[in-house]
């Protein structure tokens, strides 16, 4: 049955694609075969699809929902228990209120408040009676009393009240214009009401304009604070089940609500929630509004409603007044003055005053209503308030909150939050608090560091783009400088600014100082608190990180694992500190060319967050994108690709355009464009990223500067010398100005601009630059550091141009060893300078040396990398190609048989790189038609791509000659072999066996094209050149 | 933090006997959160069934809204919840037209008055009994679609099903429903 439902799916979905009955019934055919009863099946459900019309699509489910209201609502005539309704006077989100008459035991009007939801009304009752007694204490001629509670016949609770016949509060002192004093002491009779209800062991808990009345009692006013026990007898208990009825009628005004009762914490509601609320309504008797907008915390949904309830920071009365624009003239208006006065006088005060009541902490809020209407009292006596300005470490806290949300800062500010965070912490300890608050006070300093890092450091940098950029430097060593000692009893605070210290350091580039600071930090976490606690874990891997940019990736290895190791054991898997050690770890795999290490990271990295974080985490291109670049350090390009242009497709989409990892992964997709010589892309990639670096970072900033530099020198090999060298030398000069001299980013611009100036022939400037960078590498990063290794190679190179092969070879030489020792025999790096040896050794006619030193490699590499390694393949078909041009057949057969066969394996059989090694087969099995026709595309390639006077270039020139010359097709060999002729003078020593080998075979091409003269001519250059 | 919010934590941290406790959960919010949406209008205001599923998920899952997991989980049980609450819905007003109890029953929310032409919804329901009990997953898609609002690109992620896939149980599954429904008619 179930197979059959199978087919009749299967059978369904392929008639329906048939485009005509006629087909549609030709395939039914066939596909039913004779069962009857699958085709009637199939059939009809064709015929219900096409009749189905609008059946269940979009719009999707358009039902409406209404409620029969009508039935709920009490009519004014009703009865309702000895009350009967007179009319309805107010409805609120959560009641009507009607006026009531009451007729026993004592005739009187009253409010009748009838709840509208659905509560459980036995509990609302129940709670109401056992706040009665209280109630019934409370005298005070600014209390509106309650009298009764009870059911109606639907089963609503409902309230009686003292009928007030008043103004909202706030509306009555808008409408009589009442100046800042008149609403002081009006508020200070709320305060009065309030505090008399506390006595009683009363709490208001819904204190709100709408609850506060001002009725006129001998033409004076007198505010009525109505609703007492009510807000507590309708408030079900915070159990979870309840707490949707809770937030619907708290969501009817957010604004007067204290955090702690947003929290729905469980904690007890006390009197200093009141006293919140009577801040808020302070606030807005003030300056006509409440700190946070009541609507916009509704728009914003219940989540983050709480959270700006319980975080955000509202700002002082006086600076909201002058945020209000032209609303403030009608604001002073209504307070009978203009808006200067009306600012200056609430700023100081009164200003205090208020925050003291808003107060998130409600510890630091006044502890009293009292003591709240005494300051006011003695702000109206112009007495010195008790609330005060805040303390110095309530101002750095609260600064530090501040700018968490905002992205603009300085130098100064930096500098000021590391030296406040050290005062913070100092204070606190000096304050005599309890050992056990370390553990607190390292939380709060972690959060300090993860702002400096995250926030300031890591996603804008904007502050680093003051020219005075050293000073950043110079504040963060004087905080260095101040630490030490300092925290001899408290080594965890020391540690915790040590890790923001060493981080700060790290994102300014200043590798040795983060180092000095990340050490010392995780030598005392590690003691204090043990090797698997969190933050002795993030100092290990921030530590790893830094030797790893010092160049020490052993080092970092070692610290990677460790903290690794450590993170899995104590983490879940998908902790984002545990992937990014994951990832970072790889990243020193790659640098180590241990790829196959790299990528089983990565791919578990990948794995994790697709399983726990879903497919479309913004982790994701991340990890995808540094797969990428693993398969493109091995040469797998295609793959590569692959992964990271959709590594940028998923991070244009999740983080947008100009997301700092978005232009990460843009610079490396062009890079790799421009290495496969898909040069427009390349450039079009390359300056996207430019672009965004410049909006995101500043013109500042070292990503922007490598930015820069990867344009320039994208421009440098495309030709375009001159904006190159406008990019190049405008990137150095920043750089070295900013970034310091022997910054990374400094010496990689001043080498490319370097190798700029050798291409514009300006060698003097050329080899001052190299020598200057190598010196300044050699002295600030030492003997073995990559940009040293880096240096010496540019400078061998350019000395392999100028031909002054001695010097060249001391330097490659020297590079080579620097590699061996740092990144042994094996790597990748350590191949490829060996590589360039053994090409050095043939530009100087050295063949055996060169031919041995090329086996050598090949040998080292198949070993290394493995056979299958694209890496191992290229130079394989590099060897063979070279031996077939020098017609040394059957070394060229094995390599370049093997390389086809590998490719073959590997790539697929249509794989460019597969093709051109079949090529190379064809070619030296004779198969010259076949092979033409590629090799002279090839060879096209190689003149743009590598350049028309590489080895590899000239070896393809001399090939093609000799294909044509072996078909007889002498005109086409004849310029092949002069072009050879031409470019191998610029590259290959005078009197190179390879040079002279071709004059050899011009001469040979004229004897057999019958061009007896040119031969002649020839041979007489050849004679001259074996001569010298 | 609601019961919902709760639950959805729960199964966000692989609690799977959570996954239970949901859909009444769920089943509630929604009813409660129609009430007091109501309760706040004007009467006769009207509200979108969809539309009340996309916000109760935003109030409810609000910061976490992120979370592929429990959203999936989520829509899954406020579909069923949605279609529930329908059903009921409708069932009742047959109810009252065919001389069922006027008085009100002992809701305590707020009575709900959908509409819906409620033969046309019932028998929907008995066709898409049917259809679950033969075909589940493509059951759900249409659950997910009719009753929750979602579009096909969303369902279809949520089922963790291609787009085109999607696009060919929804082709089947309605016109197995339609065939369904016309064959009871």
Redesign the interface.
Known sequence: MHDK?NDI?TI??AA?QKPSGTERSAYLDKACCNDASLRSRVE??????E??GS????P?????????????VEQPGDNIGPYKLLERIGEG?MAYVYMAEQREPIRRRVALKII???MDTRQVIARFEAERQALAMMDHPNIAKVFDAGTTETGRPYFAMELVKGVIITEYCDNNKLNTRERLRLFIQVCNAVQHAHQKGIIHRDIKPTNVMVTLHDGKPVPKVIDFGIAKATSQRLT??T???R??QMIGTPEYMSPEQAE?SGLDIDTRSDIYSLGILLYELLTGATPFDGDQLRAK????MQ?IIRESEPLKPSTRLSTMGDALTDIADHRKTSPDLLAKLVRGDLDWIVMKTLEKDRTRRYEAVNALTKDIQRHLDNEPVEAGPPSTIYRIRKFIEKRRRTVAATATIAALLIIGLIATTTLYFTADRARNEAEHQAKISRAVSDFLRDDLLGSADPWRGRTQGTSVISFLDAASRQLEGKFADEPLIEASIRLTLGSTYWHLGHYKQAEKNLKRSLDIHRKQLGSEDFNTLLCMRELGWVNQHLGDSRQAESLLIEALDGMKRTLKEEDGTLLYCMGWLSWVYIDQGQYHQAERLQLEGLEVIRRK????HPWIPSFMYSLGVIYKAQQRFDEAEKLITEALDISRRTRGDQGIETLNIISQLGDLYSTKGRYEDAERLLTEALEGRRKVYGLEHPDTFASMDAVGWFYRRNGKLQQAGQLLEQCYNKSRELLGSEHGVTLDSMLHLAVLRQDQAQYEQAEELMKEALRISRAKRGEDDNMTAWSLNTLGKFYEAIKKYDQAQTYLNEELEIKRRTLGGEHPDTLEAMGNGALLYYKRGKIDQAEVLGIETLQITRRALGEDSPITLRLMHALGWWYLSIGRATEAETLLTEALEGRRRILGENHHDTRISALAVDFQQGRYDKAEPLLVKVLEHQRRVDGPDEPFTLFSIRNLALLYHKQGRYDKAEPLLIEFLENSRRVLVDGHPDTVAVMNELTKLYEAWEKPLKAEEWRAKLRETQNR | MSNVTHILNAIQRGDARAVDELLPAVYDELRRLAAWKLSREKPGQTLQATALVHEAYIRLAGEKAENWRSRTHFFAAAAEAMRRILVENARRKKRLRHGGNLHRAEMQDADLMIDVPCDDLLALDEALKKFTAEDPAKANLVKLRYFAGLTLAQAAEMLGISRATAERYWSYARAWLFDQINKGS
Not at chain 1, 55 to 58: A, D, I, P
Request: glycine share 10%; proline share 4%.
């Open positions: 439902e799916e369904y979905n329906r009809a459900l064709l015929k219900a699809d009749e189905a059946f269940l699509e979009s999707p489910f358009e039902a409406t929902i209404t409620i029969d209201k009508a039935s709920m989100g509208k939801l659905g979870e089940k707490v949707f009825t937030y619907a729905f949904g219940y989540g983050e959270r974080l879903g497919p479309e």
